[in-house]
Structure formats: structure tokens, C-alpha cells
């Protein structure tokens, strides 16, 4: 009964295939997190205690965060307040913010993935958690580096004793403005997180009435700049130093290559226009990356798309004016890597992540940067689909419309919201909740 409540919040028109893969994604994506409560108390691991209380664990947010998160936002609203309150009470009982719990501190990939996630729900209006409380956790991992921040290089997965993982690398990022290559694995994709994670901290800041806080964590999130190889035209790992490595290794990122890590700094698009020298140079790498190594089989896969760190990469044309770009790239990736058959899509779920990616995308939505609150628009392979906005939020009703829609067209030529034309093809949440119509006109 509860499954066909939550799966009547959302309902589509597609083709049978759209709708397999579809609607197993909105199951897959609502496993998790986990509710670990019963009877209103649980079981923290993080202080070997039973509290009061809700608790959600099982959080993969280095994956999550992109698009499983914001998309519970949609269809499971009613659990995002007591989802962040977890989180600041994992705070409260282990010291510090998860990177990875599950059921404590894992030390599973990199940055401190929970800021943009907290950050995320305050954008959106989700009022029912202690932003005063999360805004000091996130402060905390933000700006205090473990004691032993250099005497571990910080492998995943690595056993560092009693010391959680919170932002490795963190004492040389504060004072070089970058993380070292030669005492930190991953630097590359550790500088370019801290960066995103410092936009968030910055919203949080604000949010708890800490301006000069938040000022200067704007700030700071420009600091992936420091790792930008002007020769090379990419960013690169360099020693504490200050010198480039002569050759970066598949340790100096995090699941990807230096390719890749050329467009992970979502948050500050025009940023990275400035640095590859235009939009026509942006664009001519984004084709690049796309024609030459997106679709090379990756570990039984047939792209790269298995990997997040490629997620967010097709809606980059939308920022450079070339939307047409974004709708082809995204068509062709929720065709090429997802499918009906036996293994279902390129790489692996990552609680919810991979189907997250196709749900929001199948209907024309997905977010560079979770904690503003915008979504791209993309070109939705679904007829059309209906979400029923409820609590916290007032009750609505977000219908999204296609005309001319079909397998083989691709391209839309204009969307409108309630009549009126999104010419940057980009959305904020704070109106798809209030509902009405968001229409995709195809030529």
C-alpha cells in the first residue's frame, strides 16, 4: 500500500521501454537513504547509543548529491526535513559530518558531499531542521582539518584509526589554496569538490546570519582556479610546492580522467569559459570530450556514464547558449546507457543515483549545482508527466507537456512555464512546486 502511494505521486506517458526503465528508477531511487528509526528512537553508531528521535542512514552522497537528492525533493518532499535533521544529528554524535555513513563514518570517496546536500534543501524551503546547528557542522568540516590531515595520503576506503574523514587535505587547501598532490590522493577532484562545497557553505552561512562567513567562502570556492595548467589547458596536480607533477596518475582524481576533471566545477560555468579562452573554445572541448571519449567502453560499460563525475556534463551547453547540444547528448546518453535489458545501464546504481539521472532527465530537468536551485532544461523522452507537489509544501499540481515530441526528434525550439518562454532553458524549483505547466514545443 505505501509503495503505490508513493508511486502515485508521479505519473507519465511513454513508450513501454521509457516506462520499464522509468518506473524501476523511481523504485530504485526511493530505497534510499534508509529510515533506521522504530518506534521513534534509534540506534546511532556514530556514539554506540539509542536516541530519541528519526535517523536516516545509508547516504552515498558523493553520488547522490547530484541528482538522487534533488529529485526526492520532488517526490518524496515530506522526508527531506527529518533527512536533514539526521544529519545534523550524526554531527551531534560522532563530531563531525558524514562523508559516507552506514552505518557511522566510512571514509568512502572524497569532499564533504553533505553541505551541498543541507544547502540544497534550505534553497529549496525546507524550514523543518536546525540551520543554525547544520550551518556549525558545516563550518566545522569546512574549516578544521583533522589532526592528522598529513600524515595519511587519504586512499579510499584507507583505515586512518579513530580519525573520520571529513575534507582530506583540508590544512594545505586553507594555505596554498589548493590540495597537495604529493600528500593527498585525488587532489585534482578533492580541490574542485572543496570548491562546490564552498559555494554551500557559503549559502548556508548567510542562511544562519554569518555574512562575513559567507563572503568569505564565496571567495574560496574560486580556488580550484589554482589548479589550472594554462599550457596544458586542463587542471593538473600539483606538489605543495607549487610545481606541476609531471604526469598525473588515476590517483590524482576520482573516478575520472583529466578530461573529465576539465568540466567539474558545475558552479562556476563562466568561470571555466574565461579559462579555456571563450565560448567557441568551450564548446569545441565539450564536442571533443563527447565524439572522443564519452562513448569508449569503460569496465563492461558502453560509456562512461557509469561514473557521476560525468553526469552533469550534457547540460553544460545550455550555459554556453547551445541547447540544441544539450538536447542531443542528453537523448543520446538516456538511449545509448540505459535500456530494458538485463544489466539496465552503464555502471552501477550508487543508491539511486543512476536512475535519479535518468527520471529527472526522461522529463527534461536536471541541476548543475544542486545548492542554487536551478535546473537545466534538457529534452524529455516522456509524452508527458504529472507530479503531485505535496508536504511541506502547499498541495500542487506540476504538469509537464510535450508537443511534437517523438523517438527520433530531439531538438525543442522553445519551452514555456504557464505560457511563458524560458529563453535560457533553465528553471529554478521554487516555481515547478507551485505547479502549472512546463511545456516542451519540438521542431
Not at 557511522?104 to 553533505?114: D, E, K, L, R
Not at 564552498?198 to 562575513?212: F, K, M, S
Request: charged residues 25%; aromatic residues 14%; negative net charge.
Amino acid at each position: 500500500k505505501e509503495w503505490a502511494e508513493k508511486f502515485s505521486v508521479i505519473d507519465i506517458d511513454a513508450s513501454e521501454d521509457v516506462k520499464t526503465i522509468f518506473y524501476t528508477g523511481v523504485y530504485h531511487s526511493l530505497l534510499y537513504p534508509r529510515d533506521i528509526s522504530e518506534y521513534g528512537r534509534y540506534y546511532s553508531a556514530f556514539d554506540d547509543s539509542v536516541h530519541e528521535g528519526t535517523m536516516y542512514n545509508c547516504w552515498s552522497m558523493w553520488d547522490t548529491y547530484r541528482a538522487e537528492h534533488p529529485l526526492l525533493t520532488l517526490l518524496a518532499p515530506e522526508r527531506i526535513d527529518p533527512m536533514m535533521q539526521s544529519l545534523v544529528e550524526m554531527y551531534h554524535e560522532g563530531g563531525w559530518l558524514p562523508k559516507w555513513p552506514n552505518p557511522s563514518y566510512t571514509g568512502i570517496m572524497i569532499g564533504s558531499p553533505a553541505e551541498t546536500i543541507l544547502a540544497e534543501a534550505w534553497t529549496k524551503g525546507f524550514r523543518g531542521f536546525d540551520v543554525n546547528e547544520a550551518y556549525e557542522a558545516v563550518r566545522k568540516n569546512a574549516t578544521q582539518p583533522q589532526p592528522t590531515d598529513r600524515d595519511f595520503d587519504w586512499r579510499d576506503r584507507g583505515c586512518f584509526g579513530d580519525t573520520p574523514e571529513t575534507r582530506a587535505g583540508l590544512g594545505r587547501y586553507q594555505t596554498i589554496g589548493y590540495v597537495a598532490a604529493d600528500e593527498t590522493r585525488e587532489s585534482v577532484s578533492r580541490t574542485q569538490d572543496f570548491g562546490l562545497q564552498d559555494r554551500a557553505a557559503a549559502i548556508l552561512a548567510g542562511a544562519a546570519g554569518h555574512r562575513e562567513d559567507s563572503l568569505y567562502f564565496m571567495e574560496r570556492s574560486f580556488n580550484y582556479r589554482n589548479l589550472w595548467n594554462p599550457e596544458m589547458k586542463m587542471f593538473y596536480p600539483r606538489r605543495a610546492d607549487g610545481t606541476w607533477v609531471d604526469e598525473a596518475t588515476r590517483f590524482d582524481y576520482c573516478e575520472c580522467k583529466p578530461q573529465t576533471a576539465l568540466w567539474c566545477v558545475p558552479y562556476d560555468v563562466d568561470g571555466l569559459v574565461e579559462l579555456l579562452g571563450g565560448r567557441d573554445e568551450f564548446e569545441g572541448r565539450l564536442d571533443e570530450f563527447f565524439d572522443t571519449l564519452f562513448w569508449v567502453p569503460e569496465r563492461g560499460n558502453k560509456s562512461i556514464h557509469g561514473n557521476e563525475t560525468s553526469h552533469h556534463i550534457a547540460y553544460l551547453y545550455n550555459r554556453i547558449g547551445r541547447p540544441e547540444k544539450t538536447q542531443f547528448r542528453v537523448r543520446e546518453i538516456m538511449t545509448r546507457a540505459y535500456s530494458t535489458e538485463r544489466k539496465g545501464f552503464d555502471g552501477n546504481e550508487d543508491c539511486g543515483q543512476m536512475s535519479a539521472w535518468y527520471i529527472l532527465s526522461s522529463m527534461g530537468l536536471y541541476m548543475l549545482n544542486p545548492a542554487d536551485g536551478w535546473y537545466e532544461l534538457g529534452s524529455p523522452c516522456v509524452e508527458s508527466a504529472i507530479i503531485r507537489i505535496g508536504r511541506p509544501y502547499a498541495p500542487a499540481v506540476l504538469h509537464i507537456s510535450t508537443v511534437g515530441q517523438g523517438k527520433d526528434k530531439y531538438k525543442v525550439s522553445k519551452v514555456l512555464f504557464n505560457g511563458e518562454e524560458l529563453a535560457d532553458f533553465r528553471i529554478h524549483h521554487n516555481a515547478l512546486i507551485k505547479g502549472g505547466e512546463l511545456m516542451f514545443v519540438f521542431e
